[in-house]
Each structure stands twice: as structure tokens, then as C-alpha cells.
């Protein structure tokens, strides 16, 4: 048969965003790929150097419009590193639990589009069902759904509220029960493992060549994880692992692995949130004022010129980092530049020359193992 | 075993109302001659159009079932979980309260029911209160069925959109396949009995006639995939194509064992047979009824063998291009399809429209009391087997599980599924020559069933060993899966060492 090519995108139901992916394909076999990136480039590099440090949040919330609350502590870290500021601890245990239940929140979504991408409708609704719940509680603390703006330089915007912490820890209990229904459901239907297994490989040491991060490496057997080798905020003090698959297949790791890796990451995520609930310094029932210093520390608005602020922070994508360097504007109070490194920027075209030698019908399998999100990709 | 309700003998009779009344009214007329042939061809437009119409408008429930019972299965709180929001209102109050607008009180206790409902089993959650007012629950109840009609409001939407036709489209080909499809599709609806006495035609060879008739369609789907001049149409065509040439075998292997055990070829005499017979064929062939399901659902193209339309990597598939009422007959078609299926199966193997049981409780009756059960309509019987096999087997497997790949429906068809449909034909011959006792037939009126399937004295003998080895096999099956493998896979994520020996960042 004759080799043609297909564009699928911008607006396909692949994509899980704005971005295209061409592929030449021999029948149904995929022979070659090509990704095009860049529909939805905003600038918010260039958009940073003209706004201070405070200012510059609500854009990094909006990286990535499915893990906001990650986004905008990995840049919280990076300023916080150039204005040199010591966070009281109250405040790194809250950014800890609204990380983590970003991080549940992120991998629903990530389950619950993967589920049509295989071709299971009943996934979507039911991981929507769940993900209302970390939802609830993000909005509990940020005051919105979506794009929260919740960490301050030194601290968070406000307290837990009264009753978080119960709430907290049912939904957190229901939703370790949820994993299992999920896993019944998936890990017992055939159908879910031959689309799965066998499919997508990507080998370990290609990957890290690339740049690939975060959970599609661990899916490949190496355990890095930056919470874990590099811990910042109080990682180092609750009780959790990483979780890291045991490589399968000389091939390297394929869609299933990056399936259980986030499955089981998100039963990590539950871990360390109950035992944070419990550690957290001031009492997990007290709610201290906006602008206490248990939770917000004074910060200084301007930066020498010269200083530099980095921050290397496990997204739920992979691991994003932020490099800034103070003293723009001849004032100091913005930043010089910002640079942002995004994982799926490096991931989706290393992902794209994956799916060569598989079939059409595996595009959206291997594609949404991966987890794109266009959002950080584009910046 | 034939029910009292004989649709054809009271049209098609030549004393009947009809009939009598048009040859009647022909008399001194130049058309007397002719009057009788004019007659039954009036009466036979007429039986043919009361059932179309009742099959069709049937169709409207099984659209209702899925939505309904999927909004269940999803564990959804959108605008369709219509069955519970009759009663659910926001935060406990009663919902619409429409039966207060009856004329002469005549929903008052309709009414208390709800008010009861509402009390005991309403919602007064705080935790749904949001989603009750996002969906506005309030008006959810104000229709007769909570969401029947909704199908028809998508049908005007279909109707009212704008009809495209791609520029470099092949526009006749374009054109003519939606109508190759769902006429195609309508015809098989003439086969299809409703009872003993509702059908639309009758020919000797309806069990061939239906399944022609199911064929066809797939050319039309080819048509239709390469004249929109699409790569993804294109590709959805050939995998409809390639697909359905491969569980068309089976599936006609397995008809044929169903038309060697009932010895006939007619949809009719075989549900006869069933009941003459003694036992449903699902009991005599079990293996044949699930190749017949896998098949059909296959045939139908839903999940999990929708590959022709896989909205993930194929847009729509092989109607991506279609808009408008050509797109709404497609989709109507395609149930319509998945609807014969259901009724083909409760014909084939469920024994069409008698009760369950309905030869053993005739007898268990007796002589003066088994008349009783002619009183109820064949063709409900029917309609409710049908909707039952539509949700138990089409709707829980399209929600309940994934898409395979191309390959490996193709591969699944030709090395597993042919293989067993020769081996089901091969059973049939054995039981119809071997294991059959013509002796025991009853009669085509006699409500008692027949005792063809006793053996060694015991009744039903050969129906019960042969759904003990099935089932035996089916449980050896499930757990001979080769699920070590995928287990090891399951639980093998795993940390160098257990929790709190070791702190992060000490490594």
C-alpha cells in the first residue's frame, strides 16, 4: 500500500491539546512522525521580566491549566532562592499536601484521558467523579478550581481552613479504595492489557538522554524522583517512596508500566498526605490569620542585580525547573530573566520518533501514556 | 407454541374487517374481478407498515436503556441520571412537582409516591447540592419518562442542521451510500416476528434473507469511507471492510448450526422448534450463542470492536465527513442494526416470544388453567428479551471495556472465532442426528413443551449436560488464564527498600 501522510491536529482527539502530529503511515503501520509545537506559545518568559516577583505566579499557574499548584511552587522555590527567604515549616507542609493533591488531581485527569484514548468511556466519568474531590479541597485552599494562586514568597496566601484536615483524610481514604476499583477494572480486562502491554517501548537509557523525566523514566527502572534525591520543602519528612518499576523488557518500559507507575504514584501521593496531616507543625485544626508568620515569612520585593534563583522541582509531568536572575528593570524588583525548563517540552518529540514501527491505532495508546500537556510545553 | 394475538390473520383474511370491507365496497365495480388480489395487497401494505412502526418505535426504548443505565454504570451526576432525579430534587425538595399539573388531581398520588421517595431515599446530601443546581436538577422532572424523548430532540437537531458534502468528495457515491446503509438496514427489520402472529413477511429462507441483508451494509460503509476523499474515512472503511469479512464467516457458521439443529431455514419454525423442541437453544448450544454475540457486536462495530470509528486516533472514522440528517440516519441505522441483532439472538437462542419456562409451567398447570398463558402477548415477551440482551450484553460491554486494535480483532476472528463456529456446526450435526428424539416433538398449538431432548429417562436431559460442561468450561477458562504473568506485572512496582529505613536524599 501506499505511504501517505496524516495530520492529526491541531484540534484531534490524540493530541490532549493544541499541537500536531504528523505521521506517514504503510497501511496501518506508522513509518515515520513529526511533531509541530508551538500553537499556544504565550510568552510568559518575556511577560515575567515586567511584572515582580509576587506578580509572576498566576502565569506560572497557568503553565500547565491540569497541575497549577505545581507549577507555581516550582517557581515559588526559584524566587524564593533568589530573594533568599526562610519559609516557616507550617507553610512548606501546606505546599506539600496541595502539591500532592495536584498531583492526584493531575494523574485523574491523565487516567480519565487515557481511558477513550484506549477506548474506555466509563474511565472519563469516574475519574472525573474523583478528581471533583482533590478539586474541592484545592478550592478549599486557593479559593478557586483551576488556577489557584495560592503560594506567596515566603509562605502561603492563607491557612488551612477549619475542617480541612478531615475532610483531608476521608477523601483521601475513600479515594485509596477508588485506586483498587480502578485497578479491578483495568489490571482484569484483557482487552486493557494487550492494548497496553507490549506497546510504546521506550528504553531507559534513550530517555534519559533525551531528557525524558519524572514518571516515564521510573516507569523504565530509574529511580530518580526530585523529591526523593534532591528533597526540598519537607519531602525528607514524610513517609513515602518513590515509586519505580522493575524493567520487564530489554526493550525498555512500555504504555502498561507507565500505567502502574502513576497508579502507584498516586497511592504514594495518599501516603504522604495522611502522614503530613499528622506532622504538620501548629496543629491541623488551627487556622492562623492571613499573613501570620507560621505561614508567611517576610520577604524582600527587590533582588540585587546579580543574584540568581533556581528551582528543581518534581511536576507531575516530570521535573520542571526555574531560573531566574534578579535585578531587572535597574531596580531589582522584577526579574532579569526567567527561564523555564518544561518536561513535556523535551518528552512529546521524543515520544513522537517513539511510535515508528507500531500501528495507527497505537498512536493515541502510546501518546497518552506519556501524559502530554501542550499548556508547559508551549509556555 | 402460537399466541392469540394473529396481526396477519386479522389483516390478511379475506373475512376479515379489511379485507371483506374492500371487496365489499369493489363490488359493481370494473375492479371486481380483481377485487381480492387489490384487497390483500392494501392489507399486506398495511401489516407491513403497523409493524415496521411498532418495531421502529420500539427502537426509542433501547436508546433510553443506554443512556439511562449508562449514567448508572458511568456513576454520573450529569443531565441524564433522569431515573433518579425524578424524585431528586435540590437538596431534598422535590423535584418539578409536574404531576400537580394534571388536570382534575389526577397526579396527586403520583404525587405522595414521590413525596415518599423523596423523604426516605432523596438526597438531602449537602455534597451533591452544587451539582443539582449546576444541572438544574428542578426541571429534570417535569417530562413523562425522564429523558425518553430526548432522542427525538437530537433527531430534529439532525434534521434542522446543514447538509455538507466535502469539495473533492466523489459527491454521488457520498451521496447514495447513507441511503445503501439505512435501507439496507430497514429491510431487516421485515424479517424480524414480533410474535407468532406480528410479522411483517414470512419467506421460507428468512434466516438467509437476514443475515444478505446484513451484509450489504459494509459495502456501503466502503463507499461511504473512500468517496469523502478523507484519510481517516479511507481508513476506517477499509478496517470496517477487513473486519467485517472476518466475523462474517463465523457468524454465518454459526446460523448454520442454529438452522441444523432447528432443521430450518425460516425464523419462525425455529422459535417453533424451540418450544416443540423442548428447550431454548442458549441451553443446547451456549458456545454458539456467545460466537453469535462476539459476532454480532462485532458486526454492529460498538466497543470493543468499534475499530472503523475509533474516535481516538480516527476522528469519527469512516463518517467523519457526514453532518446533518446523513449523519442522524447513520447513527439511527446503526442502532437499528445493534436492535436486530438483540431480536436475532432472542429468536435464535432465547426462544423468541415464549415465557421462560413456558412448556413446564403449561403443564405444571394443567389442562384447564395452561389456555391462561395464551393471554399474554408473545410480542412483549419478545420486545422485553430483546431490551434485556441489548443491556445486559451490548451496553455493559461498550462501557465496561476498551477498544482492541485492528490486528487483534482480525486475529481473534480468523484463529479463534472460525475454529469454534466449525466446531459449533459440527456439534449441531451431532445433536441433531445423534441426541435428537423426533418422537418427543409436540405440536406447533400444544401449550405443553415437547420432550425431543430426554434422554436415559431424564427430561431435558441433553440441554442441561450440555450447559454444566459449558459453564465447567467457561469457569476452567477464567481461571486458567494465563493471569500469573499479568500478576507478577501488576505488583511488581517496587522500591530498593521498605518504608522508613531510609530517609530521601541520604542515598
Redesign the interface.
Known sequence: MAQMWITMGPQHPMTHGLWTLRVKVDGETVVDTDAELGYIHRGVEKIAEARDFTQITPYCDRLCYVSAMTWANSYIYAAEDLLEVEVPERAEYIRLIAAECQRLASHLMWLGAYGPDIGSLTLMTWCMRDREMFLDLLQELGGSRMHYNYPRVGGVKRDMPVGFADRLVAKVKLFEHRIDEYEMMLDESTIWLVRLQGVGYAKAEEMVNAGVSGPNIRAAGVNYDVRWAHPYSVYDQVDWEPAVEKPTSVKGADCYDRYRVRMEEMRQSCRMMLDAIEKIPGGKNTNYANGDEMILAKAPTRAPEGATGFSHYECTRGASQFYIQGGGDGRGKNPYRLSIRSPMFITIPFVAKTMIGYKVADIPAIMGSFDPCIGETDR | MKDNYDLVGFFLSKDGLLRSGIIGVLEGTPLEESASSLSFAVATFAVVNVVFLLLFFSQFAILWIERKAVAR?????GATTALRSLWVGENGVTAGEWWNMLPFGLGKPLGAVNKYLNKNFGNRDEKFATVDRVNNRSWMGKTIVPGFFQNVADGMKFLVKEHMVPQRADRLIFEVSPFLIVSSTLLILGMIPLSSGIYATNPDLSILYAIAIFGIAPIGVFFAGWSSNN??TL?GGI?SAAQLTAYEIPLLLTLLSVAILSGTFNIIDSIHFQHSAGAWNLFLMPLGAVLFLVTMIAEVER??F??PE??????EGWWTEYGGMRFGMLFMAEYIRTYAACFLFTHFFLGGWHLPFQGTLAALLGDSLNGTIEFFPGAIMTLVKSWLVFLVVFVWA???????????ILEFGWRMLLPLAVLQVVLALVYRLYLFNPDGMSGQNDPVGGAAWDAFGIPSFVPIVTTVFWLAVFFVYLND?DKSV?QE??F??????P??TV???K?
Request: proline residues 4%; hydrophobic residues 35%.
Open positions: 454504570m458511568q456513576d454520573r451526576y484519510k481517516y481508513i478496517r466497543v470493543p468499534d475499530m475509533a474516535e481516538a486516533e480516527l476522528v461498550r462501557f465496561s471495556l476498551a477498544r482492541i486494535r485492528t490486528d487483534q488464564e499479568n506485572r501488576m511488581h512496582v517496587h522500591t530498593d527498600k518504608a522508613g530517609s530521601p536524599g542515598e
